[in-house]
């Protein structure tokens, strides 16, 4: 089964630019779906699905920065694009700071939205992407048994066999079979691939 794919959210109280906005991302080829304000975006709105959210600053009820921290918080780290006619600096140092993708004014230039968009879905592919192989290491990590896990720590972390085995209290001849044991199961080309790996997932821990 295909994945579906990446979804562009409008969400502003204009319907004039909504309908505007429609028709630009759709004859650029995204699939776009819009919103009249942040209570509808979250009530249609499916976690898990690629895309970005282009969202005017000012909606009423609940604010274009709500939305982006409600998305920030729930780990669903769909990228933000604000458009807004009130812009000013501190409130897009704000945004950017958050996390926003880009920050845009009205009536922002074709070209320029479309770019954003095309860096916003750039980034969430890259996002998924990493999380997607964080899921995968995390899994074969499941399968070491607990002492190929001690080994696979110190190894990371610069140990040689000989000191692994004096650390553990066992024979290095012991050692060379669980570590050659542990990289089969880990299926990393090497001890360098390993290295960056883990500190790969170690990094994304600590993101969530």
């Not at 699905?49 to 609940?62: E, K, N, R, T, Y």
């Not at 980034?123 to 995390?138: E, G, M, P, Y």
């Amino acid at each position: 089964m295909s994945e579906a794919p990446p979804t562009v959210h409008v969400v502003d109280d204009d319907p004039a630019i909504r309908k505007s906005l429609f028709r630009l991302l759709s004859s650029a080829g995204y699939s776009c779906s819009c919103h009249e304000s942040a209570e509808a975006f979250f009530k249609e709105y499916t976690p898990g699905g690629s895309g970005c959210v282009l969202i005017d600053l000012d909606l009423p009820g609940v604010d274009g920065f709500a939305v982006q921290e409600s998305l920030s918080s729930s780990g669903t780290g769909l990228p933000v694009l604000f458009l807004t006619g009130t812009g000013n600096i501190p409130a897009s140092v704000r945004a950017m700071k958050a996390g926003a993708v880009d920050f845009l004014t009205k009536p922002a230039d074709a070209s320029a939205l479309l770019s954003a968009v095309e860096k916003a879905l750039a980034f969430d592919d890259a996002t998924r992407a990493v999380k997607s192989t964080c899921v995968d290491l995390v899994e074969r990590l499941e399968t070491l048994t607990p002492r190929e896990r001690q080994v696979l720590d110190l190894v990371v972390i610069g140990r040689q066999n000989k000191q692994i085995a004096a650390e553990l209290g066992t024979a290095e001849k012991t050692i060379k079979v669980h570590r050659s044991r542990m990289m089969r199961k880990m299926r990393m080309p090497s001890l360098a691939e390993l290295v960056r790996a883990m500190v790969g997932l170690d990094v994304e821990s600590k993101k969530s």
